[in-house]
């Protein structure tokens, strides 16, 4: 069995995991790593957590954009996205397995999720963001193929769980 359970990704320093917003993803942080001004924080899965976590809660907190993946299993994963501005979006990493598990959103439609990716990266200042390869890393990448998209550096692990 893979991997059940949230990543937060958001801007940040190492008071983050203990915001609320973020913390409701998950009772356990497993790994923490840092990526520039930016932190990846994976949680456990919280027994009955929200089908739809409140990414907004995360940007509002953090002041900046903030993406929160469910993976599941490693087989799939949906990152949830949103703007302080508010405006959300949804990713789906491996949409077959994401329909096997049903966890493929209904309305899902991965244009439209290359072009919300866009606007999300901009106004994060993500600027190296291309959509070619946004497409390719929803279609046949990980979220950690859509961070470097977007220029985020390579993490840097500070916390894993024993």
Sequence with gaps: MGYWGWIIVAKGDDTLKKEPAVAAHGRTVLGEYVRGDWREIWLD????ARPSPS??????????PALAV???DEDCAVAH???PSGRCWKGVFSEEAAREYAMLPPDYRRGQ????ALVWASEAGLSRADARRVEAAF????YSDLLR?????EGVEIHRAA
Excluded: I
Excluded at 45 to 48: D, F, L, T, V, Y
Excluded at 113 to 116: E, F, M, S
């Design 45 to 48: 899965e919280r027994p009955g």
């Design 55 to 64: 990414v907004v809660e995360v940007a509002a907190a953090t002041g900046a």
């Design 70 to 72: 469910h993976v599941v």
């Design 81 to 83: 996205a949103a703007t």
């Design 113 to 116: 999720a290359v072009a919300d």
């Design 139 to 142: 279609r046949d990448g990980w």
């Design 149 to 153: 998209c977007f220029g985020l550096p």
